[in-house]
């Protein structure tokens, strides 16, 4: 029975341990193994690319790895920031007096930043200064979804990585994958439809089944989950092009209409139609 489940959010307890665990990113995490095991390690590496789709995840992992690890939970050498939420100088002032201090425990003292783009302009200058001339021992990760906000006296001091958007397709493999682990259930058309409205992040698609598993009762269905994503009966869709072909406005506005009344958002049966009209 689904709810009997001992329930920690699936994103969370799925997080990959390994970067052979890694979704839809072989081309960041092979490079980055092979790097490791031939000991080439950057001084600092940038990780850009859509939301969710692992770059704090492989950025863990890489710290992980780098200090031989099981976690870094209880590490002192990992400390990680997150761009969006301190943004002021006083937390880079703070990280240019930790870096004079060497690791404790491992090899390297590294620093994974969150949402990098959102530093001000007096933050980047400070991390400038200590990416100028790093410590043997520190490494520095900087995450981003928006890669043009960097500044290239950053960029062009860090490794590049650009991770991708997630095809459905193996959206759709992992959710099976981790509800067969689960020993749950679920109709193919379910998964298919959360792994399109996830939108090529692997992350939304795992909130959404999240969601999705405390409506379901025995199984996982198209209808409660339909009805969970806010998503429209693709016959909507279907007779919306049929009367935009007839040019019958009325009958397009009152069909719309009544999509909208239902409780289903402008946004969702926007997104809906366009992906209907693409498909």
């Given at each position: 029975?689904?709810?009997?489940?001992n329930?920690?959010?699936?994103?969370?307890?799925?997080?990959?341990?390994?970067?052979?665990?890694?979704?839809g990113?072989?081309?960041?995490?092979?490079?980055?193994?092979?790097?490791?095991?031939?000991?080439?390690?950057?001084?600092?590496?940038?990780?850009?690319?859509?939301?969710?789709?692992?770059k704090?995840?492989?950025?863990?992992?890489?710290?992980?790895?780098?200090n031989?690890?099981?976690?870094?939970?209880?590490?002192?050498?990992?400390?990680?920031m997150?761009?969006?939420?301190?943004?002021?100088?006083?937390?880079i002032r703070?990280l240019?007096?930790?870096?004079?201090y060497?690791?404790?425990?491992?090899?390297?003292?590294?620093?994974i930043?969150?949402?990098?783009h959102?530093l001000?302009?007096?933050?980047?200058n400070?991390?400038?200064?200590t990416l100028?001339?790093?410590p043997a021992?520190?490494?520095?990760?900087?995450?981003?979804t928006?890669?043009?906000?960097?500044?290239?006296?950053?960029?062009s001091?860090?490794?590049?990585?650009?991770?991708k958007?997630?095809?459905?397709?193996?959206i759709?493999?992992?959710?099976k994958?981790?509800?067969?682990?689960?020993?749950?259930i679920?109709?193919?058309?379910?998964?298919?439809?959360?792994?399109?409205?996830?939108?090529?992040?692997?992350?939304?698609a795992?909130?959404?089944l999240?969601?999705?598993?405390?409506?379901?009762?025995?199984?996982?269905?198209?209808?409660?989950?339909a009805?969970?994503?806010?998503?429209?009966?693709?016959?909507?869709?279907?007779?919306?092009?049929?009367?935009?072909?007839?040019?019958?406005?009325?009958?397009?506005?009152?069909?719309?209409e009544?999509?909208?009344?239902?409780?289903?958002?402008?946004?969702?049966?926007l997104?809906?139609?366009?992906?209907?009209?693409r498909?």
């Amino acid at each position: 029975h689904i709810n009997n489940m001992n329930y920690i959010v699936l994103s969370r307890k799925w997080r990959p341990k390994n970067f052979d665990q890694v979704v839809g990113q072989d081309h960041v995490t092979k490079v980055i193994s092979n790097a490791l095991n031939s000991s080439k390690i950057s001084h600092s590496y940038l990780f850009s690319g859509p939301r969710g789709v692992g770059k704090t995840t492989v950025a863990r992992i890489l710290a992980k790895k780098l200090n031989d690890l099981d976690s870094i939970e209880s590490s002192l050498d990992v400390i990680e920031m997150d761009g969006a939420s301190n943004r002021g100088i006083d937390e880079i002032r703070d990280l240019k007096d930790s870096v004079k201090y060497v690791p404790i425990n491992g090899k390297y003292k590294v620093f994974i930043i969150d949402e990098a783009h959102m530093l001000t302009k007096e933050a980047f200058n400070a991390l400038l200064k200590t990416l100028e001339e790093p410590p043997a021992y520190v490494v520095f990760i900087l995450a981003t979804t928006e890669n043009q906000k960097i500044p290239p006296t950053i960029s062009s001091r860090c490794q590049k990585y650009e991770f991708k958007r997630i095809s459905a397709e193996d959206i759709l493999t992992h959710l099976k994958f981790i509800l067969d682990k689960e020993g749950c259930i679920a109709e193919q058309e379910a998964l298919r439809s959360i792994a399109l409205k996830a939108d090529g992040s692997l992350r939304d698609a795992l909130s959404l089944l999240d969601k999705v598993i405390t409506l379901s009762e025995e199984s996982i269905t198209y209808e409660t989950t339909a009805n969970a994503l806010g998503l429209v009966d693709q016959q909507v869709y279907l007779d919306l092009i049929a009367r935009i072909k007839e040019q019958d406005i009325a009958a397009c506005l009152k069909s719309i209409e009544s999509a909208v009344n239902s409780g289903i958002s402008n946004t969702n049966f926007l997104e809906g139609f366009i992906r209907y009209v693409r498909n």
